[in-house]
Protein backbone atom coordinates (compact mmCIF):
# COMPACT_ATOMS: atom_id res chain seq x y z
CA UNK A 1 0.00 0.00 0.00
CA UNK A 2 1.65 3.53 -0.98
CA UNK A 3 0.40 6.86 0.05
CA UNK A 4 0.69 10.12 -1.07
CA UNK A 5 3.01 13.44 0.10
CA UNK A 6 1.68 16.65 0.85
CA UNK A 7 3.54 19.06 -1.48
CA UNK A 8 6.63 21.14 -0.93
CA UNK A 9 6.01 24.68 0.22
CA UNK A 10 7.18 26.17 -3.34
CA UNK A 11 4.29 24.37 -5.11
CA UNK A 12 6.45 21.38 -6.19
CA UNK A 13 5.36 18.12 -6.74
CA UNK A 14 6.59 15.41 -3.72
CA UNK A 15 9.34 12.97 -4.45
CA UNK A 16 7.13 9.72 -4.87
CA UNK A 17 10.37 7.05 -3.87
CA UNK A 18 8.88 8.77 -0.22
CA UNK A 19 5.23 7.26 -0.06
CA UNK A 20 5.52 5.31 2.67
CA UNK A 21 4.87 1.87 2.83
CA UNK A 22 3.76 -0.78 5.88
CA UNK A 23 6.69 -2.52 7.33
CA UNK A 24 4.52 -4.62 9.84
CA UNK A 25 1.85 -5.78 10.13
CA UNK A 26 -1.06 -4.14 11.93
CA UNK A 27 -1.58 -5.08 15.52
CA UNK A 28 2.26 -6.23 15.77
CA UNK A 29 2.84 -3.71 18.58
CA UNK A 30 0.68 -2.22 21.78
CA UNK A 31 -0.77 1.11 21.45
CA UNK A 32 2.79 2.02 23.25
CA UNK A 33 4.83 1.68 19.74
CA UNK A 34 7.61 3.60 20.27
CA UNK A 35 11.65 4.25 20.34
CA UNK A 36 12.74 2.72 16.99
CA UNK A 37 16.28 2.47 16.45
CA UNK A 38 18.87 0.33 14.04
CA UNK A 39 21.52 -1.52 14.66
CA UNK A 40 24.75 -2.41 12.51
CA UNK A 41 23.23 -4.69 11.06
CA UNK A 42 19.87 -3.19 9.45
CA UNK A 43 17.63 -4.41 12.59
CA UNK A 44 14.96 -2.53 13.69
CA UNK A 45 14.13 -2.77 17.40
CA UNK A 46 10.79 -0.87 19.19
CA UNK A 47 9.88 -1.18 22.67
CA UNK A 48 6.41 -2.93 23.02
CA UNK A 49 5.84 -5.62 20.38
CA UNK A 50 3.36 -7.99 21.03
CA UNK A 51 2.95 -7.03 24.46
CA UNK A 52 3.96 -4.08 27.06
CA UNK A 53 7.42 -4.38 28.35
CA UNK A 54 9.22 -5.87 25.50
CA UNK A 55 11.77 -5.24 22.69
CA UNK A 56 11.00 -5.91 19.71
CA UNK A 57 13.39 -7.22 16.49
CA UNK A 58 12.21 -6.67 13.33
CA UNK A 59 14.87 -7.90 10.06
CA UNK A 60 15.00 -5.75 7.41
CA UNK A 61 12.61 -7.76 5.42
CA UNK A 62 10.09 -7.06 8.03
CA UNK A 63 10.28 -10.32 10.06
CA UNK A 64 9.65 -9.75 13.92
CA UNK A 65 9.91 -11.07 17.11
CA UNK A 66 10.70 -10.51 20.66
CA UNK A 67 14.49 -9.42 21.08
CA UNK A 68 14.18 -9.11 25.14
CA UNK A 69 11.75 -8.91 27.41
CA UNK A 70 12.38 -5.75 30.23
CA UNK A 71 12.47 -7.00 34.23
CA UNK A 72 10.96 -5.26 37.56
CA UNK A 73 7.45 -3.36 35.44
CA UNK A 74 10.13 -1.98 33.44
CA UNK A 75 8.81 -0.48 30.34
CA UNK A 76 10.80 1.19 27.45
CA UNK A 77 10.63 4.24 25.41
CA UNK A 78 13.23 6.01 23.55
CA UNK A 79 16.10 3.77 22.47
CA UNK A 80 19.59 4.24 20.97
CA UNK A 81 22.86 2.85 20.00
CA UNK A 82 26.13 3.84 21.29
CA UNK A 83 29.68 3.73 19.95
CA UNK A 84 30.01 -0.09 21.32
CA UNK A 85 26.93 -1.10 19.93
CA UNK A 86 24.88 -1.31 23.43
CA UNK A 87 21.48 -0.64 23.44
CA UNK A 88 20.69 2.29 25.39
CA UNK A 89 16.89 2.21 26.63
CA UNK A 90 14.64 4.87 28.57
CA UNK A 91 12.80 3.03 31.46
CA UNK A 92 10.31 5.26 32.05
CA UNK A 93 8.25 3.71 34.51
CA UNK A 94 11.35 2.74 37.31
CA UNK A 95 13.09 6.19 36.37
CA UNK A 96 16.34 4.44 34.32
CA UNK A 97 18.23 4.41 31.28
CA UNK A 98 18.80 0.49 30.75
CA UNK A 99 21.85 -0.70 28.92
CA UNK A 100 22.02 -3.94 27.01
CA UNK A 101 24.58 -5.78 25.60
CA UNK A 102 23.90 -6.68 22.21
CA UNK A 103 25.97 -9.88 22.08
CA UNK A 104 24.91 -11.69 25.32
CA UNK A 105 21.52 -10.22 26.53
CA UNK A 106 22.64 -8.67 29.52
CA UNK A 107 20.61 -6.26 30.69
CA UNK A 108 22.16 -3.36 33.60
CA UNK A 109 20.91 0.12 34.95
CA UNK A 110 22.94 2.75 32.93
CA UNK A 111 21.83 5.60 35.05
CA UNK A 112 18.92 5.92 37.69
CA UNK A 113 17.45 9.73 38.60
CA UNK A 114 14.57 9.49 40.74
CA UNK A 115 13.50 13.11 40.77
CA UNK A 116 12.72 12.65 36.79
CA UNK A 117 9.30 12.51 35.90
CA UNK A 118 10.25 10.05 33.19
CA UNK A 119 12.99 9.33 30.97
CA UNK A 120 11.49 9.61 27.37
CA UNK A 121 12.48 9.97 24.39
CA UNK A 122 16.65 10.21 24.10
CA UNK A 123 19.17 11.39 21.48
CA UNK A 124 22.86 10.31 21.51
CA UNK A 125 26.29 12.45 20.07
CA UNK A 126 29.56 10.95 19.61
CA UNK A 127 31.05 11.32 22.78
CA UNK A 128 27.83 8.75 23.98
CA UNK A 129 26.64 11.32 25.98
CA UNK A 130 22.65 10.41 25.88
CA UNK A 131 19.85 13.60 25.94
CA UNK A 132 16.71 12.50 27.75
CA UNK A 133 12.94 14.57 27.46
CA UNK A 134 11.77 14.23 30.49
CA UNK A 135 8.00 15.23 30.75
CA UNK A 136 5.31 15.75 33.45
CA UNK A 137 2.45 15.17 31.12
CA UNK A 138 -0.43 16.12 33.87
CA UNK A 139 0.88 19.18 34.75
CA UNK A 140 2.18 20.02 30.55
CA UNK A 141 5.55 20.45 32.14
CA UNK A 142 8.98 18.93 31.23
CA UNK A 143 13.05 19.12 31.73
CA UNK A 144 16.14 17.77 29.67
CA UNK A 145 18.67 15.98 31.16
CA UNK A 146 22.28 14.73 29.72
CA UNK A 147 23.41 11.04 31.21
CA UNK A 148 26.95 10.72 30.93
CA UNK A 149 29.04 7.44 29.58
CA UNK A 150 29.54 6.81 33.17
CA UNK A 151 26.40 7.10 34.33
CA UNK A 152 26.24 10.81 36.14
CA UNK A 153 23.20 12.77 35.40
CA UNK A 154 22.79 16.23 34.95
CA UNK A 155 19.56 18.70 35.02
CA UNK A 156 20.47 20.94 31.75
CA UNK A 157 16.93 22.71 32.05
CA UNK A 158 13.95 22.85 34.58
CA UNK A 159 10.04 24.21 33.79
CA UNK A 160 9.90 24.16 30.12
CA UNK A 161 6.26 22.90 28.47
CA UNK A 162 6.07 18.91 28.15
CA UNK A 163 9.33 17.96 26.23
CA UNK A 164 9.03 14.81 24.02
CA UNK A 165 11.34 14.68 20.54
CA UNK A 166 15.11 15.31 21.46
CA UNK A 167 17.92 15.83 18.90
CA UNK A 168 21.54 16.53 18.19
CA UNK A 169 22.54 18.41 15.09
CA UNK A 170 24.77 16.64 12.82
CA UNK A 171 27.66 18.79 13.99
CA UNK A 172 26.89 18.34 17.40
CA UNK A 173 26.63 22.37 18.19
CA UNK A 174 22.15 22.03 18.45
CA UNK A 175 20.34 20.76 20.98
CA UNK A 176 16.42 20.74 19.62
CA UNK A 177 13.49 19.61 22.06
CA UNK A 178 9.98 19.77 21.43
CA UNK A 179 7.27 20.29 23.51
CA UNK A 180 4.04 18.23 22.33
CA UNK A 181 0.87 20.04 24.65
CA UNK A 182 2.68 23.43 23.32
CA UNK A 183 3.74 22.31 19.27
CA UNK A 184 6.89 24.20 19.69
CA UNK A 185 10.49 23.34 18.95
CA UNK A 186 13.36 24.85 20.89
CA UNK A 187 16.61 24.87 19.40
CA UNK A 188 19.43 25.38 22.03
CA UNK A 189 23.20 26.18 21.19
CA UNK A 190 25.45 22.98 22.91
CA UNK A 191 28.75 23.13 23.84
CA UNK A 192 31.60 21.11 23.71
CA UNK A 193 31.18 19.96 27.60
CA UNK A 194 27.22 19.14 27.08
CA UNK A 195 25.82 22.04 28.74
CA UNK A 196 23.04 24.23 26.49
CA UNK A 197 22.44 27.73 25.58
CA UNK A 198 20.69 30.81 23.73
CA UNK A 199 17.45 28.86 24.05
CA UNK A 200 15.37 30.26 20.35
CA UNK A 201 12.51 28.79 18.48
CA UNK A 202 13.04 26.74 15.90
CA UNK A 203 8.94 26.35 14.66
CA UNK A 204 5.66 26.49 16.03
CA UNK A 205 3.24 23.97 14.85
CA UNK A 206 -0.80 25.55 15.04
CA UNK A 207 -2.54 22.36 15.37
CA UNK A 208 -2.07 18.84 16.67
CA UNK A 209 1.18 17.66 18.57
CA UNK A 210 4.60 16.08 18.24
CA UNK A 211 6.44 13.20 19.06
CA UNK A 212 10.14 11.57 18.50
CA UNK A 213 12.04 13.40 15.95
CA UNK A 214 15.58 12.75 14.15
CA UNK A 215 17.88 14.54 12.22
CA UNK A 216 19.55 13.30 8.64
CA UNK A 217 23.23 14.16 8.05
CA UNK A 218 21.95 17.95 6.04
CA UNK A 219 20.67 18.79 9.48
CA UNK A 220 16.97 18.22 8.60
CA UNK A 221 14.53 17.54 11.61
CA UNK A 222 11.94 15.09 11.04
CA UNK A 223 9.29 15.51 13.37
CA UNK A 224 6.63 12.89 14.03
CA UNK A 225 3.27 15.07 14.26
CA UNK A 226 1.01 12.88 16.68
CA UNK A 227 -3.07 13.07 15.82
CA UNK A 228 -1.86 14.05 11.83
CA UNK A 229 -0.24 11.64 10.68
CA UNK A 230 2.40 12.90 9.25
CA UNK A 231 6.44 13.45 9.24
CA UNK A 232 7.70 17.55 9.17
CA UNK A 233 10.51 17.81 7.41
CA UNK A 234 12.10 21.24 8.99
CA UNK A 235 15.01 22.97 7.67
CA UNK A 236 17.63 23.89 10.35
CA UNK A 237 16.48 27.16 9.87
CA UNK A 238 13.28 26.67 10.81
CA UNK A 239 11.20 26.13 7.23
CA UNK A 240 8.92 23.22 6.86
CA UNK A 241 10.14 21.99 3.84
CA UNK A 242 7.97 19.10 3.13
CA UNK A 243 5.27 16.89 4.60
CA UNK A 244 5.08 12.99 4.73
CA UNK A 245 2.04 11.34 5.31
CA UNK A 246 1.39 8.14 6.43
CA UNK A 247 -1.56 5.68 7.13
CA UNK A 248 -1.44 6.06 10.77
CA UNK A 249 -2.60 9.15 12.28
CA UNK A 250 -0.67 8.67 15.60
CA UNK A 251 3.05 8.21 14.47
CA UNK A 252 5.21 8.50 17.50
CA UNK A 253 8.89 8.04 16.78
CA UNK A 254 11.71 7.92 13.69
CA UNK A 255 14.90 6.31 12.79
CA UNK A 256 16.99 5.91 9.95
CA UNK A 257 18.38 2.80 8.55
CA UNK A 258 18.34 0.70 5.27
CA UNK A 259 21.99 0.06 3.49
CA UNK A 260 22.56 4.09 2.91
CA UNK A 261 20.91 5.39 5.21
CA UNK A 262 17.76 6.46 3.85
CA UNK A 263 15.19 4.77 4.95
CA UNK A 264 13.37 5.84 8.02
CA UNK A 265 11.13 3.80 10.03
CA UNK A 266 7.85 4.90 11.62
CA UNK A 267 6.43 3.57 14.97
CA UNK A 268 2.57 4.32 15.00
CA UNK A 269 0.42 3.93 17.93
CA UNK A 270 -3.36 3.73 16.53
CA UNK A 271 -2.28 0.96 13.89
CA UNK A 272 0.02 -0.63 16.05
CA UNK A 273 2.53 -0.85 13.72
CA UNK A 274 5.31 0.34 11.69
CA UNK A 275 6.01 2.12 8.31
CA UNK A 276 8.84 2.73 6.25
CA UNK A 277 10.07 4.97 3.34
CA UNK A 278 13.20 5.91 1.59
CA UNK A 279 14.21 9.46 2.03
CA UNK A 280 16.41 12.17 0.39
CA UNK A 281 19.47 11.97 2.69
CA UNK A 282 21.28 9.45 5.42
CA UNK A 283 20.40 9.83 9.20
CA UNK A 284 22.64 11.83 11.23
CA UNK A 285 23.38 9.10 13.59
CA UNK A 286 23.52 6.51 10.85
CA UNK A 287 26.38 8.57 9.54
CA UNK A 288 28.14 9.26 12.92
CA UNK A 289 28.44 5.18 13.24
CA UNK A 290 30.39 4.73 10.00
Known amino acids: MTLSMTECKDGSK ?12 ANSFTSGAEGPAVDKDG ?11 TIGRI ?8 F ?8 GNGIRFNSSGDMLIADYTNHNVLKVSMATKELKVHAHEPTMNQPNDIAIDSRDRIY ?26 KDMGTTNGIEV ?19 YDLSDSG ?5 RLLIEFPDFGMDGMRC ?35 PSNIAFGGADGRRIYVTLQDTKNMETALVEFPGREWRMRR
Open 216 to 250: DQEGNLYITRHGKGTIAIVSPTGALLKEIVLAGKK
Open 195 to 199: SVSNK
Open 68 to 75: IELPNGSI
Open 43 to 53: NVYAVNFEREG
Open 132 to 157: ASDPNWAAGTGNIWRIDPDGKVTLLE
Open 59 to 66: TPDGKGSV
Open 169 to 187: SPDEKTLYVNESVQRKVWA
Open 14 to 25: PDTSMNPVVFTP
